[in-house]
């Protein structure tokens, strides 16, 4: 034992552990800073198209397509953001490891053993993504109910004054708690499928993978005549052993981040979902295309608008009251001959 050494050392770890604190600390950062660039750009786009002219009057008003714009300009975009960048940092280092540990295990052991590996995250990257399948769709209709159960919030604080002089407010809370529940009953069942999916994610990227390492290191090690533990005593092969055993841990945890990554790219794929649609609905607001659709009794209306303003709506006469507010509203109405529909066009 070399006490000078073995001091010389520690004092060389104590010096560099700043170093290694602010690099961790700055790759933090460079994250974060990726997030927030990203948002900025996206909210920017989104915003010159959300108030090019009247988009947003038509959006509200003219097209039902996108009830809570809000929500999708500001909780949606921020967590669509978040969710790219954390899928970012969490293939990048992973991917880094997996490349490192390879060439050292490659060259140290030959390439069968990274081999089995590489073949291993295939077969459970594939199992592991079709079982996440229902995510996506999941991620989508929590995000929708959270929206609506925030447009029913601010819609009663935007008409409270009416509310309160019809006495609304009994009306009010039932509507309230029954979007309440139809989000807590999603937000159950989506939490039962992320337990059961982390269960199977664990046994699959942690535990099989350590054990198909561990088989794998160990090939070379019980054949006699490999070429390069050829000439190595029992000690030899047994230090070796240990230094590519933890080389090989750390592999398979490589293997398993980059797995287990696979469900973030599934919650972002239900996120991509509601951006993708907010932009589709705000490009076809601007080349003057509305799509509305109208309830009367028990059957729903559909609604075509063109860019010059004019709306057609094939609507049921039975049960319905048509009001026509302002002066400047007309309204012609075709009766077709032997039914009790009517066909009318709207003109702003």
Do not use: W
């Not at 540990?101 to 081999?115: F, I, N, S």
């Not at 029954?178 to 664990?202: Q, W, Y």
């Amino acid at each position: 034992m070399d006490r000078k050494k073995f001091t010389s050392h520690i004092i060389v770890f104590l010096a560099s552990m700043p170093v290694i604190s602010v690099v961790n600390n700055i790759l933090k950062y460079s994250i974060g800073e990726v997030k927030l660039r990203f948002r900025t750009r996206l909210t920017q786009y989104l915003y010159d198209e959300y108030l090019k002219g009247f988009t947003y009057y038509k959006m509200s008003n003219l097209d039902n397509r996108i009830a809570n714009a809000d929500q999708l300009l500001t909780t949606d975009v921020d967590k669509f953001c978040e969710t790219v960048t954390d899928l970012y940092s969490n293939i990048s280092k992973p991917l880094l490891d997996i490349v490192i540990y390879v060439y050292r295990l490659t060259m140290g052991l030959g390439g069968k053993t990274p081999a089995l590996l590489i073949a291993y995250l295939i077969v459970a990257g594939f199992f592991l993504t079709y079982l996440r399948r229902p995510t996506g769709r999941m991620t989508v209709t929590e995000q929708k109910l959270e929206g609506e159960f925030r447009y029913i919030n601010s819609r009663l604080i935007t008409n409270s004054e009416e509310v309160a002089f019809y006495q609304g407010n009994q009306r009010e809370k039932l509507t309230l708690l029954a979007s309440f529940e139809k989000l807590t009953s999603h937000l159950r069942r989506f939490l039962e499928f992320r337990v059961g999916m982390g269960v199977i994610d664990n046994i699959v990227a942690k535990y099989f993978a350590t054990v198909v390492g561990f088989y794998s290191v160990s090939i070379p090690f019980f054949a006699a005549k490999h070429p390069l533990l050829m000439g190595c005593g029992k000690e030899e092969r047994y230090r070796r052993y240990y230094e590519y055993g933890r080389m090989l841990v750390k592999l398979a945890e490589a293997i398993g981040r980059l797995v287990l990554s696979g469900r973030e790219m599934t919650r972002l794929a239900g996120f991509t979902t509601r951006v993708t649609d907010l932009i589709k609905v705000l490009k076809d607001l601007n080349q003057g295309h509305y799509v509305r659709t109208m309830v009367t009794g028990s059957k729903s209306t559909a609604s075509n608008s063109t860019h010059d303003g004019t709306t057609t709506l094939d609507i049921n006469l039975k049960d319905c009251v048509l009001r026509l507010i302002g002066n400047k509203t007309k309204m012609n109405i075709k009766i077709l001959p032997g039914c009790d529909e009517v066909k009318s066009i709207l003109i702003a």
